[in-house]
């Protein structure tokens, strides 16, 4: 099993915070051929709409030498992973979990705007602070 990012824990106690159910962690599923987990996996009932909301964590701290290594790194496990959940489970939404630091220093370049577009990424940004979630960027 690899290793809990720096960030696993706040991530997930801002989830847990805003009554998210944290039913996986982590999530674990065949992707590619290949045994791999995602961060967590949450879900979220709404009762007045009796709907169920299934979302996956992919949590990223970006901490490496190199932001554009480190991101283009999480681009390809996204993408990956976004492949896998939509043959296993595809009413699951995937998203990045990044810091609100992380988001607000390096996710308004160009380059990595334009990435995100094109793969539909989902960003699910949080104070690790405070363990708040701070934004959810579809």
Not at 6 to 32: G, M, Q
Not at 109 to 136: G, R
């Amino acid at each position: 099993m690899a290793a809990k990012d720096i960030y696993h824990d706040a991530i997930k106690a801002a989830l847990i915070a805003d009554n998210w159910l944290v039913t996986h962690d982590p999530y674990s599923l065949k992707i590619l051929g290949f045994q791999q987990s995602i961060d967590l996996g949450a879900e979220k009932i709404l009762a007045a709409e009796k709907e169920n909301l299934k979302i996956a964590v992919e949590i990223k701290s970006f901490v490496g030498n190199s932001f554009i290594y480190d991101f283009h790194h999480a681009l390809g496990q996204y993408v990956n992973y976004k492949l896998a959940l939509r043959k296993k489970e595809p009413e699951r939404v995937l998203y990045l979990g990044i810091t609100q630091e992380i988001f607000d220093t390096y996710f308004d370049s160009p380059a990595v705007l334009e990435a995100i577009i094109e793969v539909e990424m989902k960003v699910l940004v949080v104070d690790v602070t405070s363990s708040k979630i701070v934004e959810w960027k579809r």
